[in-house]
């Protein structure tokens, strides 16, 4: 959605002038009746009121929506979402600020904030002074102390922000809704690091992949649904497993079998007679794609209850208004139409709460949709005001979970609308089927739970037309690997009929070894082609694109426009189907929320007599699944089509870092230690000599270890086979790990990945040729020595990021060393300079470290001071010492108090007082008892 800024316009509505000077509902109503009436336009109204300040503008919009009603308070909504807040031009007044230094007043933190450019020499001090003072304008001082507090009061909680959310719900929900309360937090590939509070999403039943690990959390919601479970029964996502089953099940196991959907005729399903011993059910099952929606289990449970009445206590249209016109949001589409690595995740924000607007915009009485709105309010000023961009990442990956509830209380969406917006999506992606679709081309989409649903229902569809011959896999070594465990019995013919004319091949890399085949894919299938005889069914290309890199940014064209360009003719002449496969378990919109779902597309001739049968097919699948109208048919409709356009450019944002990863924190040789970047593919892989990779990243305390791929920060999967049959004899621990790249910054990236990728492949800063590999305390002293050795002229990655690389060395032995006070002088001496060139999160966790393992020594009183001074001078290097001095250390224990939070410092605070020696007299000291005090008193 385009946001252009608001038409500047004269004309006012009749009681203008005394709105503005006095806003409440009795002046509000005159300007109202003139938007009722018809005579003045809605759309004018929104551009006048852009033209205000932004604390006048949320003020005065809230209070014209509150007494607007049907289509025209919708109209005033979207007419709002469609123009942003015009920035109010320079004061003319100016008072001149002196060259170098700042304004009388001036606090240097503000030149975060874009009070002024740097440079231009002049700054409005009663301006200045206003939006100090303002809690209402988000480029102030008192906003950022308000939003900085929040953060605290969240992360110093033991408790996850989704378990306080799914409590707070809990007691606005009314029956009906309770499934939806239950369903927060759920969304998420769960974290497999335990005990995580603060910002962070957690969720007792939530799986680290849905699709294949499921089994607890499926008990635990059958019991709530009640549903009476023998042996043999199986909870299955449609009735229409059984068609699908006729692929890989022999004619006597099928005639034991009945399937049975819990409620009505459609959706999820009992299958029973699964009791052969001698077959692999779960296998089979998770195979064809077979897994229940979560959420419709969620549903079910209170299928019975009527749609709740309405509470006439909220209004959600009014909070909506408010929060699109608030200085906050306003803040985010600037930050949006930047360059920092927080704007394609603002911008995907931005337009995923402006197409709240659309269809027929929130339930407008509904208290959970006005609770959802608030703390989605609380979790925006967050993302737009905390200086940790990875703060701001996990207040995102949270507001899926209320733009979701608001979603599905309101229910707009249905099956309709997911099918044009599909069309649309992929026309825009696939511009050159564009002029063929509607005339020679079929194209329908539907919903499925999960890609591999889509896939196993596409083979599901080509297979029941076909009798013998083979299935051909054209790109093994770019297949999911999960696909391996379906596709590499059905080669060899042990769950399926095979057949030849049947392609199933995966456009983009999960396991990134190879780039994209697209130009062999195609010369594969039209070379099919040509053995095709007239009475054979359409030549099937079964082919998986959820990961679609872009050829073209200034088009969206991507490489899958390549695949189709060339086989248009073919689809049109009735010789060939398409069918697309996609899982949105994986991405929706990229990683800005989780869903268990995923969509099959299918592309046949129009009107052709075979492909009428293949379109009824997909059609009877998609109905008997019946997602559409449900809770995640909700979300992912909704992110489709107010998300698309940001999913490449978020794809292109992590794919970036992905780059940067694979040529500067861990560049790799050959493919026994890892993948190569495959251009626009933000996954790696990762290996060591003699196994164990898996066990180093889960020690990487800083990146999400995560079962599925990234949500919008860095995350990482361990036991990875690899390209697909080149590493399945391979023990486990010689697996790969997946690092799936997100969008924190370039240093973020040296921070979490330089020590450990240099360690693992032996190659210590500057070195042309590999060391030895040691990941010990040795090794990193090693690597410490040689990048001091490395001059900033020598390299200029290393000079940009010397700091960085200083902290990842700094982390990981953290990580990796047992024994606590034996890292205390590296430590030391990175804190004993400056370390304004790390990430805060970074810093915070280092800081932290140094501050919990000074607990551990018996005292901190001069000699240790000194005795710490020069164990970190001689071993580490402290730049321009050449005799210990405890006042360093002191120094170094000040700046890692400085950085964190009252909250965080407490734990440590207590012991590092009773520890300090006789009151000294330095500076250093005083300033460090003051922040202990501070932190005590948090």
């Known amino acids: 959605m385009s946001v252009p800024s608001a038409p500047i316009s004269t004309s006012t509505p009749p009681g203008w002038q005394k709105f503005t000077e006095q806003p409440d509902p009795a002046t509000a109503k005159v300007v109202v009746k003139a938007l009722q009436d018809k005579t003045f336009p809605v759309r004018q109204m929104a551009g006048i009121l852009a033209q205000r300040s932004a604390k006048e503008r949320s003020t005065m919009s809230r209070l014209i929506m509150a007494q607007l009603k049907g289509n025209l308070a919708l109209d005033f909504l979207k007419a709002t979402a469609g123009v942003r807040l015009v920035k109010p031009k320079t004061p003319q007044k100016q008072v001149p600020r002196p060259e170098g230094d700042l304004a009388p007043g001036r606090d240097p933190s503000l030149e975060a904030l874009d009070l002024a450019v740097p440079g231009k020499g002049a700054v409005d001090l009663a301006e200045l002074a206003k939006r100090i003072d303002d809690a209402d304008d988000a480029s102030s001082m008192a906003y950022l102390k308000k939003a900085l507090a929040d953060v605290n009061s969240i992360s110093g909680g033991k408790k996850p922000y989704s378990e306080l959310r799914r409590e707070a719900l809990g007691g606005v929900a009314v029956p009906g809704q309770l499934h939806l309360v239950g369903q927060v937090g759920f969304r998420t590939a769960s974290s497999k690091r335990t005990g995580q509070g603060g910002l962070s999403t957690q969720h007792d039943l939530v799986s680290s992949y849905w699709r294949t690990s499921f089994g607890e959390a499926l008990e635990e919601l059958a019991e709530k649904l009640k549903v009476d479970v023998k042996e043999g029964d199986i909870l299955v996502n449609s009735p229409r497993v059984l068609r699908k089953l006729e692929m890989v099940l022999a004619r006597e196991v099928l005639d034991n079998l009945k399937i049975q959907p819990l409620k009505g005729e459609t959706g999820i399903s009992v299958l029973r007679g699964a009791t052969d011993p001698s077959l692999n059910w779960k296998e089979i099952l998770e195979g064809i794609g077979a897994t229940p929606s979560a959420y419709q289990l969620y549903e079910l449970a209170e299928k019975d209850h009527p749609r709740p009445k309405p509470n006439f206590a909220v209004d959600a249209h009014a909070d909506l208004a408010q929060l699109i016109t608030s200085s906050a949001f306003s803040r985010l ?145 770019v297949d999911y690997f999960e696909t391996g465990m379906l596709l590499g019995k059905l080669k060899k013919g042990e769950m399926a009929k095979p057949r030849k004319d049947v392609v199933v091949a995966a456009l983009n890399p999960s396991t990134p070894f190879e780039s994209s085949p697209a130009k062999s894919l195609v010369e594969g299938v039209l070379a099919g082609l040509k053995d095709r005889k007239p009475d054979d069914p359409p030549f099937a290309l079964i082919l998986d694109t959820t990961v679609e890199d872009v050829l073209d940014p200034s088009t969206g064209r991507t490489r899958l426009d390549e695949v189709l360009k060339d086989l248009k003719g073919a689809i049109a002449d009735g010789s060939l189907e398409v069918f697309l496969c996609k899982s949105f378990q994986k991405y929706a919109s990229f990683g800005t929320g989780k869903v268990a779902a995923g969509d099959l597309t299918v592309l046949s001739k129009q009107d052709g007599y075979a492909s009428q049968r293949t379109q009824a097919e997909a059609r009877l699948h998609e109905l008997d699944l019946d997602l559409a109208r449900h809770d995640e048919g909700q979300f992912v409709i909704h992110m489709l089509k107010h998300g698309n356009q940001d999913e490449q450019t978020l794809m292109r944002n992590a794919a970036g870092n992905a780059e940067f990863v694979n040529e500067f924190c861990w560049p790799v040789t050959n493919t026994d230690l890892g993948s190569p970047y495959v251009d626009g593919i933000p996954l790696l892989l990762r290996s060591k000599s003699g196994g164990g990779i898996a066990e180093q990243f889960q020690k990487l305390a800083l990146v999400d270890w995560r079962g599925s791929f990234a949500f919008l920060r860095t995350s990482f999967v361990d036991l990875i086979p690899g390209p697909w049959g080149a590493s399945t004899e391979k023990q486990k621990e010689d697996w790969y790990t997946r690092i799936n790249t997100g969008h924190e910054s370039k240093q973020a990236m040296v921070e979490y990945f330089y020590a450990l990728g240099h360690l693992a492949t032996g190659m210590p800063p500057g070195a042309k040729k590999p060391a030895e590999v040691s990941l010990n305390m040795k090794g990193v002293k090693d690597h410490w020595d040689a990048l001091g050795g490395v001059s900033d002229e020598d390299d200029a990655d290393i000079a940009r990021y010397r700091d960085s690389i200083k902290a990842s060395y700094c982390a990981f032995a953290c990580q990796n060393v047992v024994f606590k006070p034996d890292v205390l002088p590296m430590l030391v001496a990175f804190f004993a300079t400056s370390t304004t060139g790390v990430s805060i999160e970074t810093r915070r966790y280092l800081a932290g470290e140094l501050l919990s393992r000074a607990n551990f020594l018996k005292t901190l009183d001069t000699d240790t001071l000194t005795n710490l001074c020069n164990r970190a001078m001689v071993d580490f290097r402290i730049p321009g010492m050449d005799k210990p001095d405890p006042t360093v250390t002191l120094a170094a224990l000040c700046r890692a108090a400085e950085v964190l939070p009252g909250w965080s410092m407490k734990p440590q605070a207590q012991g590092l007082k009773d520890r300090l020696g006789p009151r000294g007299d330095s500076k250093e000291e005083k300033r460090l008892r003051d922040l202990i005090d501070q932190a005590l008193k948090a």
């Open 333 to 477: 589409q600037d930050i949006a139409r930047g360059k920092g690595e927080l704007a394609p995740v603002c911008a995907t924000v931005e337009h995923l709460i402006l197409g709240l607007t659309d269809k027929l915009g929130p339930e407008r009485y509904d208290a959970l949709t006005a609770d959802a709105l608030r703390s989605l309010s609380r979790l925006l000023d967050i993302v737009v005001e905390d200086p940790n961009p990875t703060t701001a990442l996990r207040a995102v990956d949270l507001m899926m979970d209320e733009i979701a509830v608001v979603l599905a209380v309101a229910k707009n969406y249905g099956r309709v609308d997911y099918w044009k917006t599909m069309q649309d999506v992929l026309l825009k992606r696939a511009p050159s089927i564009a002029p063929d679709v509607g005339t020679e081309i079929e194209l329908s989409s539907h919903l499925m739970t999960s890609g591999m649903d889509a896939l196993g229902t596409a083979l599901s569809i080509a297979l029941s037309a076909r009798r013998g011959g083979e299935v051909s896999r054209a790109t093994e070594k």
